[in-house]
């Protein structure tokens, strides 16, 4: 359900001398975050920024043409000085999620800026950093020079930003942040870094700001002095940032990395010839950037490009397993007719560590992988209960839940999402229930689904983890099924008769009108119409064979009261030819868990084998899980050796009492070498 927004980094206003000191804070000790309106923002958009592990504030959007920019407003007196990732997310109408590149906010009270400003080192004799500059050197360079007290061990914040002279406000996307640990040959030569070119390529005119943070092994802070170089350029970043099109919820894992590393990137005016160069660099959480994870891809567009209107970019996964956790940032640059381009940048978190995927969340009044309408409405929605390993106090859970209808259609307002910070009592119970508001689950008619997953910052690392989706279908109390997928009937062709069969559910002694097709047969009438009086157990059963595959429509009618009318699908499917000695086979499926209601397997197999031509006369069936083959004579009733008709054909009848996936494997014991391995539900 991934949908790009192309979303901007968050900004923030007290950030314009590149740190929030005491006078940003001295008016009511708040500190602000704002979001720029981003492409496709729309009504009921919830907005969710994250100020790093600390606070989470929500935004529902009502008015997208004048709510923007969104201000979330985060209470400084939970917020210590330290240095925080700031992201966001959002979530649109039909449940799909967009997250933004992240930020970083310094925060630092004191923010005495007595230490020597660092120095940036490609500015020219009149301190102006112009184009070719940025272009050669793929960004600019700054040093942090030696200053006071300088030790091994001592970790340097270094901030770099842009005031846009249009403006004179910081340029959202040119905050750069990055950490590094003083080593020995830093004591005597300071040390350089290397801002990317993406963070600068933002504006025409404007001036780069850089200053750092000092934090020695007691942790006491200095901080620098401003340095300001001028910036004259003459391109700027125009293109959509690209897409790590496997991230989930701004995380890859290793499930999503068995690939490698994909990235799109989309731009309007893709044109054959163009050079496009993808960047990718890695940072550890803290953001040092880790050895042997920049690389980049060069890419000349094809026609085959142009048509699919994107290209789609893979760095090897040894990359990724490199970094095992941190953070990528890529960009691209486009190069035609001796003019570059450059594109926003994009960030996605790895982690490797964690396990991924985590076990599905479970709806706890579903039964069977079916939740009652009744049910919803007596406990005032849907009961879904997380739990995993080692589940651990101030971890974030995220719960995810949306509706879809019997197509397979999103249903509009259906998506529920909940962040909760587990406490000791849930870290006792080693469980979360969330409840999907009734208004949100009965959106979700019969036959539809609800489905749910959900994902969690670790407390202790910041790691991730996301589980896999639990699905179940909503019915109301009377629960029909039939089994699906029989092949058409036609005696003239094959001498079995495939069956489609059913249970359907009422009070005892009503009785019920039903009626299909004209193509379609009642078995216990041998019409498409047929009468059912519901037994002292509250069930009828039926069979429905057809002459035509595809779906059909069963209509079910109280017969003391039309009104109350119900209708039950199914499908038809096709026999499926061989090259061997099976001529062809079909099988039905879903079949109730009932030790009653049957898969059935039918098949026709050659007369004689085709290389020793001995006549064939039997089939050897075996099954596994719970399941049992009607008329088994075998110790646990799982294998049969099954007679041939007179035209080589067979029925088998396979039943289970419990809800599962079976394996049934065919084979015939004249004609060695043959092998047909069939997969059947039993709901």
């Not at 958009?45 to 100020?51: G, L």
């Not at 923010?111 to 009149?126: E, H, K, Q, V, Y």
């Not at 125009?238 to 690939?259: E, M, R």
């Not at 940048?345 to 599905?360: C, G, I, R, T």
Request: aromatic residues 10%.
């Amino acid at each position: 359900m991934f949908k790009n927004y192309g979303l901007f980094p968050p900004y923030l206003p007290q950030m314009n001398d590149g740190i929030i000191n005491e006078d940003d804070l001295s008016v009511d000790n708040k500190i602000y975050v704002e979001i720029a309106e981003y492409q496709l923002a729309d009504v009921a958009d919830e907005i969710r920024v994250n100020f790093d592990k600390i606070s989470s504030k929500l935004k529902v959007i009502t008015d997208p043409k004048n709510e923007f920019p969104v201000q979330m407003v985060f209470d400084a007196n939970i917020i210590p000085d330290g240095v925080y990732k700031i992201d966001y997310s959002v979530t649109d109408f039909a449940g799909n999620i967009s997250e933004s590149p992240f930020t970083f906010a310094i925060v630092d009270r004191r923010d005495s800026g007595t230490l020597p400003a660092p120095i940036f080192i490609d500015a020219d004799i009149n301190n102006i950093i112009n184009n070719n500059d940025v272009v050669s050197n793929f960004g600019t360079h700054i040093l942090v020079p030696i200053y006071p007290n300088i030790s091994i061990g001592d970790e340097v914040v270094l901030s770099f930003w842009i005031i846009d002279d249009e403006t004179n406000l910081v340029a959202p996307g040119s905050s750069y942040t990055i950490k590094h640990l003083i080593v020995g040959q830093d004591i005597t030569d300071g040390f350089v870094t290397l801002v990317p070119e993406i963070n600068i390529l933002l504006v025409k005119r404007g001036k780069a700001k850089a200053r750092y943070q000092s934090i020695d092994a007691n942790q006491h802070v200095e901080t620098s002095k401003i340095a300001t170089a001028m910036l004259e350029l003459d391109i700027s970043v125009s293109l959509p940032a690209p897409v790590f099109v496997d991230n989930i919820h701004g995380w890859l894992t290793s499930a999503q990395l068995s690939k490698g590393i994909r990235v799109r990137c989309i731009y309007d005016d893709m044109a054959i010839g163009d050079i496009v160069t993808l960047y990718i660099r890695g940072y550890t959480m803290d953001n040092i950037p880790i050895n042997g994870t920049s690389a980049n891809i060069v890419h000349t567009v094809t026609l085959f490009d142009v048509d699919d209107g994107y290209l789609l970019l893979t760095f090897l996964k040894g990359i990724a397993e490199k970094l095992n956790f941190g953070y990528f940032t890529s960009y691209y640059k486009v190069f035609r007719a001796n003019k570059t381009r450059y594109s926003y940048f994009s960030n996605v978190k790895v982690d490797l560590e964690h396990m991924n995927p985590l076990s599905a969340p479970v709806f706890m009044q579903a039964e069977n992988g079916v939740i009652y309408i009744s049910d919803i409405e007596m406990d005032n929605g849907a009961i879904v209960r997380v739990s995993y390993p080692e589940m651990a106090l101030n971890d974030t859970l995220s719960i995810y839940i949306y509706g879809t209808d019997e197509n397979g259609h999103f249903i509009n307002n259906s998506g529920y999402q909940n962040v909760v910070i587990l406490n000791t009592g849930d870290v006792a119970n080693q469980y979360y229930d969330f409840i999907d508001p009734k208004k949100k689950a009965l959106l979700v008619p019969r036959n539809g689904k609800l489905h749910a997953y959900f994902t969690v910052i670790y407390a202790d690392d910041g790691g991730f983890s996301y589980s896999e989706q639990s699905n179940v279908v909503v019915d109301s109390k009377i629960s029909d099924v039939i089994t699906s997928n029989a092949a058409p009937y036609d005696y003239n062709v094959v001498h079995v008769r495939s069956y489609n069969y059913a249970r359907i559910i009422g009070e005892p002694g009503t009785i019920l009108k039903l009626s299909s097709p004209i193509y379609t047969q009642f078995v216990e009438s041998g019409t498409n119409t047929h009468q059912v009086t519901v037994n002292p157990d509250g069930e009828g059963r039926f069979r429905l064979l057809s002459s035509h595959s595809g779906d059909v429509t069963i209509s079910i009618v109280q017969a003391t009261n039309p009104i109350i009318n119900r209708s039950l699908m199914t499908h038809f499917g096709n026999y499926i030819l061989t090259d061997g000695n099976i001529d062809f086979y079909n099988n039905s499926t879903n079949a109730l868990s009932d030790g009653v209601m049957p898969c059935c397997i039918y098949l026709r197999t050659a007369p004689k084998d085709n290389i020793s031509n001995v006549d064939i006369t039997k089939v050897f069936v075996q099954v596994d899980g719970n399941a049992k083959i009607v008329g088994s004579t075998a110790i646990g009733g799982q294998s049969a050796t099954i007679n041939l008709n007179d035209d080589f054909s067979c029925e088998i009848q396979i039943v289970n009492t419990v809800s599962e996936s079976i394996s049934a494997i065919i084979t015939l014991p004249e004609s060695p070498g043959t092998l047909l391995i069939l997969n059947l539900f039993f709901q």
